[in-house]
Antibody, heavy 122, light 110 residues
Framework: EVQLVGSGGGLVQPGGSLRLSCAAS????????MIWVRQAPGKGLEWVSF????????LYGDSVKGRFTISRDNAKNSLYVQMNSLRADDTAVYYC???????????????WGKGTAVTVSS | QTVVTQEPSFSVSPGGTVTLTCDLS?????????PSWYQQTPGQAPRTLIY???TRSSGVPDRFSGSIVGNRAALTITGAQADDESDYYC??????????FGGGTKLTVL
């Protein structure tokens, strides 16, 4: 079964750090670009970060640029995001998702992790 | 800043047809934005419904369809069922691994 399982969320104080993980199984993880998407309480989905298969391309949304770092370990079938200088408005459920990119034919997310909750509060 | 706008809420009767739309602040939505649609129920991860404007994801019932209507991406549900009551999000691909999501539409079936 194709599956993504997020972990590492929790309660952190403003200014603190947290590292989220996303464990992939059931597919060749190294062949897929991956992204992080978050959802603040009662709000919509927000694209956070993108990483290409070989980690050669890493992209960030303006709201997290300079504070978050995306990475992956293809040998461990795992995706990560290191979140530093956390703020109250980073409070959200963070989802990892698999990207399907078809060279001018399709670009979308086809597999979603269950999400891990991050709360930034003192 | 690119803003993608969806109707905040919509209501449909069981068995009825509803079309949700996805608008782009900077111009028209075309197939080159590869519109995709996601369904989300409370406490759950999103589920992929439609990609590349009108292609249904695996296992998605054919009562869900996607298209471009005028200058907007559209998701049409034909013969709505009670368990279609969910939040629906569109996403537009901006290129280079970047997507912008719409604010979502809360669909009520009653």
């Amino acid at each position: 079964e194709v599956q993504l399982v997020g972990s590492g969320g929790g309660l952190v104080q403003p200014g603190g750090s947290l590292r989220l993980s996303c464990a992939a199984s059931g597919f060749d993880f190294s062949s897929y670009d991956m992204i992080w998407v978050r959802q603040a309480p009662g709000k919509g989905l927000e694209w956070v970060s993108f990483i290409s298969t070989s980690s050669g391309t890493k992209l960030y949304g303006d709201s997290v640029k300079g504070r978050f770092t995306i990475s992956r370990d293809n040998a461990k079938n795992s995706l990560y995001v290191q979140m530093n200088s956390l703020r109250a408005d980073d409070t959200a459920v963070y989802y990892c998702a698999r990207v399907r990119a078809g060279a001018g034919t399709y670009y979308y997310m086809d597999v979603w992790g269950k999400g891990t909750a991050v709360t930034v509060s003192s | 800043q690119t803003v993608v706008t969806q109707e905040p809420s919509f209501s449909v009767s069981p068995g009825g047809t509803v079309t949700l739309t996805c608008d782009l602040s900077s111009g028209s939505v075309s197939t080159y934005y590869y519109p995709s649609w996601y369904q989300q129920t409370p406490g759950q991860a999103p589920r992929t419904l439609i990609y590349s404007t009108g292609t249904r994801s695996s296992g998605v019932p054919d009562r869900f369809s996607g298209s471009i209507v005028g200058n907007r991406a559209a998701l049409t549900i034909t013969g709505a069922q009670a368990d279609d009551e969910s939040d629906y999000y569109c996403a537009l691909y901006m290129g280079s691994g970047i997507w912008v999501f719409g604010g979502g539409t809360k669909l009520t079936v009653l």
